[in-house]
């Protein structure tokens, strides 16, 4: 890989920076450097503006060779946006026009400027290329100060660095991008970008739980509850977590507002989870409210207005019935209720895992002087803050503003109750509901567990009713989760399994611990996982797709179905 070109935008200019050497200008200087660091280079840009400038563009290209064969991860914009490798000629779907009102926000469809099209690739705060023999891994140093994008361009070979700068007023030195770039195996390239970042490990232990938002959904009480909680209890299975998902609050946004289905209140939940040996969890989207709720129609000025000073509609929910809004992070009215909200979760009803759920919404709108990143960057360190030594999972969030600062993080979207779900496929919405687009992404991300967070793949499912997944299907969602996650979480009611899903359940969970050295995509939506558990070496075959195929040796694979084999 070699470097070509740094190009720095603002005033209406544009300068060519050089690395090492000085880059002065009338009225910025910038510092631009380049270093040898574990194996690659580290590329760094500091601006020292000499006047007011506002910030129009800063992109690094550099030229890589891309031999037939080679592929490109797309890291999506958060959790739930579809992350897999495509092949260079290959286009990237977008949201169909008329679905942008309703679902652009959730992705990058309201970020202006990404170049689209055929051999047209993007990846968010870091990307690797798959050549045949070895790996290329860019991946940004810091977010902190601005999200990252990675542009490729099939027509050119050229990989382009883009920080998220737009339209930032800068009369300070700013500290505007860090970079790594490297090339070996799979695993050395991200051990080595983590270790530059100096990312302490995560605390958090890896873990089996359940979730209640996959058959119950909104409709819960402390009755379903209850009941599930006895059956976790009698499985004889190793539960840590049981998390009580969205449906506990009288709408999203009104957190202290508990629905009449819990009589005793959410405290005496927490206490009933802990006395079966469990961390109680609670699912909350610090960062939204629904149109519906309270503190939409009593704080009007709590929500985050668009340029036109319009208050921002994130999405529509029917679960909560319609739109719903993003929060003004900056108005010191919602922090100060935030703190009180996480107050009241942790110390008085006593919960200590918390999902935190639709976190995108705070950077939608930045306010003058941040960028998109710095919001999101300063948001999850807030949270943190107030979650203090608890656990987190951060869900419907940019990766890279989590790294280092959460416990567990979803890196795919939603499982769905069926394989696909074809009208959000046809949308092509990459931030669905999808089974086998939420296993792409677990299955392109997984080199990140372990490292800034442990991963949450989402939940497998093995009961028969509710759901519309084949066995085939269920086996191969279970297979993948409990080798590439850190957290296992199901939804089914344990009390409903036969003897064979019991030990369907307890074969997958011998897989955890696994150590994994490679994931391969053999062809599209077949991928070939290498891992060795109690140093026997095995691979697992996995075919997504719907047809017959053949991959390993020669094996045979049924629609939706996964092999594992001793190697």
């Not at 099939?154 to 737009?166: E, G, P, Q, S, W």
């Not at 970042?197 to 232990?205: F, G, S």
């Not at 677990?442 to 490292?451: D, F, I, V």
Request: net charge neutral; with cysteine; charged share 20%.
């Amino acid at each position: 890989m070699k470097f070509r070109q740094a190009i720095l935008s603002y005033n209406g200019k544009t300068q060519l920076l050089y690395p090492d050497k000085s880059n002065s200008f009338d009225e910025i200087f910038v510092d631009f450097r380049q270093e040898a660091v574990n194996g690659g280079q580290q590329w760094s840009v500091f601006l020292h503006p000499k006047q007011d400038i506002l910030m129009e563009g800063l992109e690094l290209q550099f030229d890589v060779p891309a031999p037939v064969g080679t592929r490109f991860f797309a890291n999506g914009y958060q959790s739930w946006s579809e992350s897999r490798l495509y092949d260079l000629d290959e286009s990237m779907p977008r949201l169909r026009r008329f679905a942008r009102k309703h679902l652009g926000y959730s992705g990058d469809e309201h970020i202006s400027g990404i170049p689209r099209g055929r051999g047209k690739l993007h990846s968010w705060t870091y990307t690797y290329i798959k050549k045949p023999g070895s790996t290329i891994l860019a991946g940004s140093l810091s977010e902190r100060t601005g999200f990252t994008l990675f542009l490729f361009d099939a027509a050119t070979n050229i990989l382009t660095v883009r920080k998220d700068l737009d339209a930032l007023a800068l009369g300070h030195s700013f500290p505007a991008l860090d970079v790594w770039l490297g090339e070996s195996t799979e695993q050395d390239v991200f051990d080595a970008w983590f270790q530059t970042m100096e990312v302490p490990k995560p605390n958090a232990e890896a873990a089996l739980g359940w979730t209640s938002w996959y058959q119950h959904f909104t409709h819960i009480s402390a009755a379903i509850l209850t009941q599930n909680l006895e059956n976790l209890s009698n499985s004889g299975l190793p539960f840590q977590h049981f998390q009580i998902d969205d449906g506990w609050q009288t709408a999203v946004g009104d957190w202290f507002s508990v629905k009449p289905d819990f009589p005793q209140g959410m405290g005496s939940m927490a206490t009933k989870i802990r006395e079966k040996g469990m961390t109680p969890g609670l699912w909350l989207a610090p960062f939204v409210a629904a149109a519906t709720s309270e503190l939409v129609r009593r704080n009007p000025e709590w929500l985050l207005k668009d340029v036109q000073g319009k208050p921002i509609k994130v999405g529509w929910n029917p679960m909560w019935g319609g739109w719903y809004y993003a929060l003004d992070f900056y108005n010191t009215g919602v922090r100060d209720y935030l703190s009180g909200v996480f107050h009241t979760v942790l110390d008085k009803w006593g919960f200590d895992l918390l999902k935190l759920d639709f976190l995108f919404a705070v950077c939608l709108a930045p306010p003058k002087g941040k960028t998109r990143g710095a919001v999101m960057w300063e948001a999850m360190e807030f949270l943190r803050t107030l979650v203090g030594n608890r656990k987190i999972l951060a869900c419907g969030v940019p990766l890279g503003a989590c790294f280092g600062q959460v416990d567990y993080c979803r890196i795919g979207g939603d499982i769905h109750l069926r394989w696909e779900h074809q009208l959000l496929a046809w949308l092509r919405h990459r931030e669905r509901v999808s089974s086998i687009a939420s296993l792409r992404s677990t299955l392109g991300r997984w080199q990140l567990n372990g490292k800034g967070f442990l991963n949450d793949p989402d939940v497998f499912i093995l009961r028969k009713e509710k759901q519309q997944l084949s066995p085939a299907q269920q086996h191969t969602i279970l297979t993948i989760n409990a080798l590439l996650g850190g957290l296992l979480f199901t939804s089914d009611d344990l009390g409903t399994y036969s003897p064979e899903q019991l030990l369907e359940l307890e074969s997958a969970l011998d897989l955890r611990g696994s150590v994994v050295q490679d994931v391969s995509m053999a062809q599209p939506d077949v991928y070939h996982i290498h891992f060795t558990n109690n140093e026997n070496r095995f691979v697992a075959l996995c075919n997504l797709d719907s047809r017959k195929v053949v991959a390993g040796d020669s094996v045979e694979l049924l629609a939706f179905e996964t092999l594992v084999l001793r190697r």
